[in-house]
Nanobody, 122 residues
Framework: QVQLVESGGGLVQPGGSLRLSCVAS????????MGWYRQAPGKQRELVAV???????KYTDSVKGRFTISRDNAKNTVYLQMNSLKPEDTAVYYC????????????????WGQGTQVTVSS
């Protein structure tokens, strides 16, 4: 199986910064896309940013210029640097990874972390 573990969430004042990390472990042959999603109370989960294995990135419009996604393929880790945080960034942030593994046969599946809370408030 594959496990994703996030860290780095917390309480921060508006204008502050946080860095989220997500480490993937388990029976992994290759990690394809990795991404961050978020879900605020009463809202649907939304894509924040995604990065391909080759390093191409995509962001939702509301975080462009403020958030940066990166990854360390050797460590199976994806990061989300969040700057100039706003109260509307408050949400549970989830890590996602598209993983290829071999178990009886080749499989490619999506995996999710447990989520980490980010609260932006004065």
């Amino acid at each position: 199986q594959v496990q994703l573990v996030e860290s780095g969430g917390g309480l921060v004042q508006p204008g502050g910064s946080l860095r989220l990390s997500c480490v993937a472990s388990g029976s992994i042959f290759r990690i394809n896309d990795m991404g961050w999603y978020r879900q605020a109370p009463g809202k649907q989960r939304e894509l924040v940013a995604v990065i391909t294995s080759g390093g191409m990135t995509k962001y939702t419009d509301s975080v462009k210029g403020r958030f940066t996604i990166s990854r360390d393929n050797a460590k199976n880790t994806v990061y989300l640097q969040m700057n100039s945080l706003k109260p509307e960034d408050t949400a549970v942030y989830y890590c996602n990874a598209d993983v290829t593994r071999y178990s009886i046969s080749w499989q490619t599946n999506d995996y999710w972390g447990q989520g980490t809370q980010v609260t932006v408030s004065s």
